[in-house]
């Protein structure tokens, strides 16, 4: 059965087509800095937003308009993965990434949600090799039963914690049986709301234990795929334990798990914790742990998670230019968090949507890319700190200077001579590679 079938698979068309349903500027095959754009970029459809979201929110129901409508269970499941993989093939997007209540129906027991999942998941196997589409990574949704109303690794039953840990394993076993290539935990309740009832250095410790018991199981069963954190803040606890890649990084330190993980960094969490998404992978690259992205924008005039499609070509420059500078993205890639618009629910939207997403990082990407054969931010760089190169400057950096040389040097100062920041013309230039 096709689920699309008055939607032809989407080619490039060049800037120049009046083809809504075709790409302008993302062209899978142009080669960027010596590699197709399609390898820069790794895209990724998220299958909760794309095959499960309805539109719903906390005012009203479901508005999208589907053909799978109607049906339950697990033959909603199979219709969705029939439907879904029809999608990833006309939208030529390469990945595709999923929780496990995503794809297939909680049981009432473990024992049925696991029964549930093989079923679901030997359609999908069969999907992937027929189409080629490859899974960028899947992880377990631990935070939507009320099981989790108090967290998951970080509650304070002990019940919960094993069955998080049951339901992290068979996510283990899923991502080495359809080859994933990254795994990612989303603490979407590992967090707390009020210090009076919470004992927050177990939970911490609790959590790092988790994360270390996933690293080890991973070895045992030979999964290969990178570990990704996927940091947020505020919602749904008021206090996130992963509420940004700063704090992220710094318990993935203290607990000795840096070397197994990555942060997957989503441009709409950056705006919650009042970052730019270019901060946040910037904090990521200069550690050495920037793994993955989600792709999306916020509306900043509301406070929440409206997971956009990306379109703003400024923000998606700049972080096309941290990627570039990260030497790419690795085994991580360009995974679409993003849902259309409540009033956007016609099965075309869906295409309309990833079109213009996909079409804005490959501008984005071009743009970062002129930029950085120019040079445009290094030289600026290089000219701005260039008193650390030289002088007392170099004697800092290189630890040859100590308090008394330095005082030294100041007693001898005439006049300071500040260079202004040019904070007002380097965003005008940017403008240039944009438009």
């Known amino acids: 059965m096709s689920y699309f079938n008055h939607i032809q698979r989407i080619q490039y068309e060049g800037r120049n087509s009046d083809n809504p349903l075709a790409f302008k ?5 142009e ?9 820069h970029l790794r895209f990724a459809v998220s299958y909760w937003h794309t095959m499960t979201g309805g539109g719903s929110d906390p005012f009203g129901s479901d508005t999208a308009l589907r053909k799978w409508d109607g049906l339950t269970g697990l033959d909603l499941a199979k219709a969705r993965v029939e439907a879904g993989f029809e999608f990833f093939d006309k939208i030529q997007a390469p990945y595709f990434c999923f929780h496990d209540v995503d794809i297939a129906p909680e049981g009432r027991r473990l024992k049925e949600s696991n029964e549930n999942l ?3 998941v030997g359609l999908i196997k069969q999907g992937m090799k027929d189409t080629g589409v490859k899974l960028l990574w899947n992880t377990a949704n631990l935070f939507s039963n009320p099981r989790y109303v108090h967290g998951a690794a970080t509650s304070p039953n002990a019940e919960v914690v094993a069955y998080a840990a049951a339901q992290v394993k068979k996510g283990l076993e899923v991502a080495l049986e359809l080859g994933a290539e990254n795994y990612v935990f989303w603490g979407g309740r590992e967090g707390y709301e009020t210090l009076l009832n919470t004992n927050m250095a177990l939970e911490l410790d609790n959590l790092a234990r988790f994360y270390h018991m996933a690293v080890s199981y991973a070895g045992e069963i030979g999964f290969k795929g990178q570990f990704l954190i996927e940091p947020k803040p505020k ?3 008021k206090h996130q334990y992963d509420f940004d890649s700063a704090t992220t990084l710094a318990f993935l330190y203290k607990y000795g798990l840096k070397e197994h993980f990555k942060l997957n960094l989503e441009a709409n969490h950056a705006t919650l914790a009042g ?7 910037r904090v990521a690259r200069i550690n050495g742990a920037l793994g993955s992205i989600d792709a999306n924008q916020g509306d900043l005039l509301l406070g929440w998670d409206t997971d956009e499609f990306p379109t703003d070509l400024y923000a998606v420059t700049l972080a096309m230019y941290e990627i ?3 030497g790419g993205i690795g085994s991580g890639g360009v995974n679409f968090d993003a849902k259309v618009r409540r009033g956007s629910f016609e099965p075309e939207d869906l295409f309309y949507a990833h079109i213009a997403g996909m079409d804005t ?14 040079r445009f931010f290094e030289d600026r760089l ?8 030289q002088g007392i400057g170099a004697d800092f950096v290189s630890g040859k200077a100590d308090f008394h040389k330095l005082e030294a040097h100041a007693l001898q100062q005439s006049a300071i001579h500040n260079q202004s920041g040019r904070m007002e013309q380097i965003k005008n230039l940017i403008n240039d590679y944009l438009f």
Do not use: C, W
């Not at 080669?31 to 390898?39: D, F, L, Q, S, T």
């Not at 970052?275 to 992978?281: A, D, I, K, T």
């Open 324 to 326: 570039l500078q990260n």
């Open 275 to 281: 970052h730019s998404f270019e901060h946040e992978l």
């Open 31 to 39: 080669v960027i800095a010596g590699k197709p754009m399609k390898e």
């Open 235 to 237: 919602e749904p606890t």
């Open 118 to 120: 093989d079923v679901i």
């Open 25 to 29: 500027h993302y062209n899978p095959e």
């Open 361 to 374: 990082f490959a501008r984005g990407l071009k743009a970062a890319n002129k930029m950085k054969e120019d």
């Open 382 to 389: 290089q000219q701005r700190y260039a008193s650390f190169e």
